[in-house]
């Protein structure tokens, strides 16, 4: 298979220019980094000197960024200032949960918003059509973590009803696996709901965009012409066509999805990165920040190529030698 | 691009005030602009006077505070007022920062194509794929807190998607039969470049920068939400971040943290319906809608 | 009875510039098993009129007036749902540029084995994919390639997948709207002849619209002429055109010229004359003959009384007050 073997290339390479990004941007740009951790540390010289040794950073450009290389190889992300522990064994304990929500919110987003999508899109011109398209260009400039703040006053506070904080309820002791994952999945409404709102919106748009401009195809007269039932023409001729721009435009919306986790996981004291990112900005806990960017970024390659691949498989006329 | 295609900008604001929600978009662009010029000019007290004593915090409105206090029994009314203008103020300049820089990339490698365009959209197309805000959030922790240095991370992250849309743009006009043409008849390249192409990228670079405008805004909100922002400034989203940290949420104090979330939303609104609109107008495929 | 009955059609077309009467006052017939050609110029009305017949026109436009009678049954007031039981059933249609008109995500054969089944429900899917297979064969695809999807075709292949797909449901009137258009010269023959043979194969009707006379003086019965929305000649096709050599008998001055614009190979070399002028703005009320500000042989009465089709003889109408029957003394 050529185009997934060209397509793992690229994405190679991608991690390949994003860790050497990584290491530019938190390494050498902000000149020395012991200084950094220095004066969020307040270290006296000696340890300066004994940390830009270990670091191996009394050594020349390029062979930091071999060593930078190496470390990442092994798995070694760095030591954290503010939990005294390796970056890596907490980035295993959050990584998790972080996944779990965005897992979650995607799946809704993306059947809620194609399927509310699609439909507006074979009502153009309608009412409902309108409607639904100025309820997504509203939600759509929504601040995420907004939504959340309103959440949070409105089912923490004033109604009441649904958790509102971290991912299970305090000092909890659950009797069986059941109960632990129905009291997880409560403490999921929100945080899920949040991100739901705003993104359902893009897909909506995006979605409904491309049935109209497919509905203006010459295959769909076809259709018609046929005879065929609505439903027929819009859901089985008009609905996959429609599916590949959206898929393509899904790369946008991953990045956001990831910027809205970090949102929502701040509101909600969700014990996930996007949480971690937030406190080691607070402490200015630079090789957990750093790592943080590191994974959500090659996450979000990964995405990326996972979503090419999908594309590659739904239309035909890709993957034919240019 | 066809005749009906406005190029000159009052054709286009006609055009935009034609269709129902390029209109919205306008009418609640002139009330913001209106709050943020005028406000602070009218506003009753001085945003950041502490308040007397302890009985002045998170006061509900009344005793002359439209919007009550806030948790240093500060005045939330002339917060936002004054709050609008570095939120737009910062948008603004950031799209600024990244409409020129991503449409003269955008401009540069469509025309000359070559091995200039590859390398450009390969570092484009890099900026494309990282992810936004945690390299905002990246690149704000590392290099400081002061408001020129964040409108330039929010520019810098902008920049890719105009230059994308600018580059396709030119591409299609390059290969209009004029430009041979012309330059057959003997016009330079920059001739050329502003006389042929520039005209009729326009619309598109204008219509997309209104877009940048409301994403930019977004992404000053949030940055300043995490923690970010300018700590001497008040934005929208400085005082939704000092709602968030000071417990506003819990103690039930809508007036602090509902008002700078619907300015957000209302200034947000305002430009993606023009921008909408606008993009309508200037791509004819997407038709009439609203 | 005739299979198809059009009377005094009449198909307006709603812009923001106004109301174009894109057909206005047509009569139309077709016998079963009969070729018939619709000529003329882009803009005259024949993909309108052809199009209103499965009522496949687009939003904007709407049947003002007239009937149009399939099989004795009137079809033309039918709504939507109405309609669909004769679409594809009995009148299909082969469509313009068959590269958008099949669904690029969908293989060929489940593109035309799609409407067997829809049509009939007592047919399964053995049944319907054998009829499919069959069909490709008719139109010289191997049956293998069922499973192709239409970018991997060429041109010309893509246009023999839409004629099988026509004749899925074996229907009695297969419209073709410009069919060889897009096509190189080699190809345009092959595809008119493997029509032809189809057409007189399984007895159907067939209407095929073309700009290009050359191509329907060879296959089609009859052929039909339209101007700016109004039949102007229909007849034989020997009679409207002449045959190959002879002198052609094309009586309204529109269709010799539209003749005189293809070069004839056994004639001498001449230059080509196209028609001066532009198709009337059929926004704007007609008065008169509507081809009259372009035609050499206007006389006063074109310009204030509109022509009606008269009766040449053997079927041949023409819509001229000029023109005259052959074996009418001139003056």
Same mark, same amino acid.
């Given at each position: 298979m050529p185009y997934i073997a060209r397509r793992t290339l690229t994405?190679?390479?991608?991690?390949?220019?994003i860790v050497t990004f990584n290491f530019l941007l938190f390494h050498i740009i902000p000149g020395d980094p012991i200084r950094l951790i220095a004066r969020s540390q307040h270290l006296t010289a000696d340890e300066i000197a004994k940390l830009h040794h270990e670091y191996g950073l009394d050594g020349s450009l390029f062979s930091q960024y071999l060593t930078y290389l190496k470390n990442l190889l092994h798995g070694d992300l760095g030591f954290s200032f503010t939990y005294q522990e390796p970056v890596i064994d907490i980035v295993k304990r959050t990584v998790g949960n972080t996944a779990l929500l965005l897992t979650t919110s995607t799946l809704i987003v993306v059947i809620a918003g194609v399927l509310i999508g699609v439909f507006a899109g074979s009502r153009h011109g309608k009412r409902s059509d309108s409607s639904t398209v100025i309820a997504a260009l509203v939600a759509w400039s929504l601040p995420t973590f907004w939504v959340g703040m309103l959440l949070v006053f409105t089912f923490g506070v004033w109604i009441g009803g649904l958790p509102i904080s971290g991912i299970k309820t305090p000092h909890a002791i659950y009797d069986n696996i059941f109960q632990k994952w129905q009291d997880i999945g409560m403490h999921l409404i929100l945080p899920t709901l949040t991100l739901a709102i705003v993104d359902i919106a893009f897909f909506v748009i995006i979605s409904r965009t491309s049935l109209i401009e497919v509905m203006s195809e010459d295959y769909m007269l076809t259709a018609r012409g046929k005879g065929l039932s609505r439903r027929t023409i819009v859901w089985g001729h008009g609905f996959r066509n429609a599916l590949l721009p959206v898929l393509t435009a899904s790369v946008l919306y991953i990045s956001a999805l990831v910027g809205g986790a970090i949102q929502v996981e701040v509101v909600y004291s969700w014990p996930g990165m996007g949480l971690l990112t937030y406190n080691s900005v607070l402490s200015r806990d630079y090789p957990v920040l750093e790592a943080c960017f590191l994974i959500t970024a090659v996450a979000v390659l990964v995405a990326n190529f996972a979503t090419d691949l999908l594309y590659h498989k739904l239309d035909p006329r890709v993957g034919v030698q240019k | 691009m066809n005749d009906v295609t406005p190029t000159h900008p009052t054709g286009m604001v006609r055009q935009l005030w034609r269709l129902g929600l390029g209109r %919205?978009?306008? &009418? $609640?662009?002139? %009330?913001?602009?209106?709050? +943020?010029?005028?406000?602070?000019? $009218?506003?009753?007290? !001085?945003?950041? +006077?502490?308040? +007397? !004593?302890?009985?002045?915090? /998170?006061? +509900?409105?009344?005793?002359?505070? $439209?919007?009550?206090?806030? @948790? /240093?029994?500060? !005045?939330?009314?002339?917060?936002?007022?004054?709050?609008?203008? =570095?939120?737009?103020?910062?948008?603004?300049? %950031?799209?600024?920062?990244?409409?020129?820089?991503?449409?003269?990339?955008?401009?540069?490698?469509?025309?000359?194509?070559?091995?200039?365009?590859?390398?450009?959209?390969?570092i484009t197309d890099f900026f494309l794929v990282v992810p936004a805000l945690p390299l905002m959030i990246a690149m704000g922790a590392i290099f400081g807190q002061n408001l020129s240095i964040i409108i330039l991370v929010i520019g810098f992250l902008s920049w890719p998607r105009t230059a994308r849309i600018v580059r396709s743009q030119t591409l299609t006009l390059r290969e209009r039969q004029y430009i041979p043409r012309a330059r057959s008849l003997g016009a330079k390249n920059m001739r050329i470049l502003r006389v042929n192409i520039l005209p009729h990228v326009m619309p598109l670079i204008i219509a997309n920068t209104i877009l940048v405008v409301?994403?930019? =805004?977004?992404? @000053?909100?949030?940055?300043?939400?995490?923690?970010?922002?300018?700590?001497d400034r008040i934005s929208w989203g400085s005082m939704l971040h000092f709602s968030f940290v000071s417990g506003a949420i819990g103690r039930g104090a809508w007036?602090?943290?509902?008002?700078?979330? &619907?300015?957000?939303?209302?200034?947000? /609104?305002?430009?993606?319906?023009?921008?909408q609109a606008l993009e309508q107008i200037t791509n004819p495929r997407l038709a009439a809608d609203v | 009875m005739s299979l198809l009955e059009i009377s005094n059609l009449r198909v307006a077309y709603d812009s923001p510039a106004g109301t174009v009467m894109a057909v206005d006052g047509v009569d139309f017939s077709i016998e079963p098993g009969e070729f018939v050609g619709l000529a003329g110029e882009s803009g005259c009305g024949k993909t309108t009129l052809a199009m209103s017949i499965p009522q496949l026109l687009p939003r904007m436009a709407r049947i003002t007036e007239g009937s149009i009678r399939f099989d004795g049954q009137l079809i033309s007031d039918l709504n939507e749902e109405q309609m669909k039981p004769f679409r594809w059933k009995d009148i299909s249609v082969i469509f313009q540029g068959a590269l958008n008109a099949l669904n690029p995500v969908q293989s060929i054969g489940s593109q035309i084995q799609e409407p067997i089944r829809v049509h009939d429900s007592s047919v399964n899917e053995v049944q319907a994919h054998e009829r499919m297979c069959d069909l490709l064969e008719a139109v010289g695809i191997p049956a293998k390639r069922a499973l192709d999807y239409p970018h991997q075709f060429s041109g010309g292949m893509r246009q023999r997948v839409m004629i099988a797909m026509a004749l899925a449901c074996q229907p009695k009137l297969v419209i073709a709207d410009e069919p060889i258009t897009a096509l190189d010269v080699m190809t345009q023959a092959q595809i008119m002849d493997l029509l032809r043979s189809l057409c007189d194969k399984f007895d159907l009707s067939m209407i095929l619209i073309s700009h290009d006379l050359s191509v329907l003086a060879q296959t089609c019965d009859r052929v039909a002429v339209m101007y700016a929305g109004k039949i102007v000649e229909t007849g034989r096709a020997e009679d409207v055109f002449g045959n190959d050599g002879a002198k052609s008998r094309a009586d309204h001055p529109y269709t010799q010229r539209l003749l005189k614009a293809y070069p004839n190979i056994n004639h001498e070399r001449v230059f080509i004359d196209g028609i001066p002028g532009m198709p009337p703005d059929l926004s704007q009320p007609q008065h008169g003959c509507r081809f009259a500000d372009r035609c050499d042989l206007a006389i006063a009465r074109c310009a204030s009384e509109e022509p009606r089709l008269s009766n040449f003889g053997n079927n041949h109408q023409v819509a001229c007050h000029v023109a005259t029957p052959p074996g009418a003394n001139y003056s």
């Open positions: 994405l190679l390479s991608s991690i390949v220019a | %919205a978009g306008i &009418i $609640i662009l002139i %009330a913001v602009a209106f709050a +943020a010029i005028v406000g602070p000019m $009218i506003f009753p007290f !001085d945003p950041a +006077a502490v308040g +007397a !004593d302890a009985s002045s915090i /998170l006061q +509900a409105p009344g005793n002359g505070h $439209i919007l009550g206090t806030d @948790e /240093l029994g500060r !005045d939330v009314f002339s917060q936002l007022l004054t709050g609008a203008r =570095i939120s737009l103020f910062v948008g603004v300049m %950031a799209t600024i920062i990244s409409t020129i820089i991503g449409a003269s990339l955008g401009i540069f490698a469509g025309y000359y194509q070559g091995p200039a365009d590859t390398v450009l959209m390969s409301a994403g930019c =805004i977004l992404s @000053e909100a949030t940055l300043s939400f995490i923690g970010l922002g300018d700590p007036w602090y943290f509902l008002p700078p979330g &619907i300015g957000i939303l209302f200034v947000v /609104l305002g430009f993606t319906l023009a921008g | -």
